[in-house]
Nanobody, 123 residues
């Protein structure tokens, strides 16, 4: 079993910063892509940023220049540094990862989600 646990959400004023963390635990052999998604009330879940195991990154246009995704492979942890926050960034933020595990003699890669952390930006 693999678990993703997010932390770091909260309430912040517009223009402020927050840093989200997501730690993966369990019978992990390798973690490929790690990503952050968000879902605002009444809207679909959307990709915010993603990072490969080699450190290549990709961002949604709406957060480019303000958010930075990074990871610590030794700690199986991904971070999202969010600066210059806007009220429209208010959402539940979810961690997502492609995790390789071994069960018996079989290796497989499955996609996992965290439980989500609320980020609220006041104007």
């Amino acid at each position: 079993q693999v678990q993703l646990v997010e932390s770091g959400g909260g309430l912040v004023q517009a223009g402020g910063s927050l840093r989200l963390s997501c730690a993966a635990s369990g019978s992990i052999r390798v973690i490929n892509m790690m990503a952050w998604y968000r879902q605002a009330p009444g809207k679909e879940r959307e990709l915010v940023a993603r990072i490969t195991s080699g450190g290549n990154t990709d961002y949604a246009e709406s957060v480019k220049g303000r958010f930075t995704i990074s990871r610590d492979n030794a700690k199986n942890t991904v971070y999202l540094q969010m600066n210059s926050l806007k009220p429209e960034d208010t959402a539940v933020y979810y961690c997502n990862a492609d995790v390789g595990t071994v069960s018996g003699l079989r290796f497989g890669v499955l996609n996992y989600w965290g439980q989500g952390t609320q980020v609220t930006v006041s104007s």
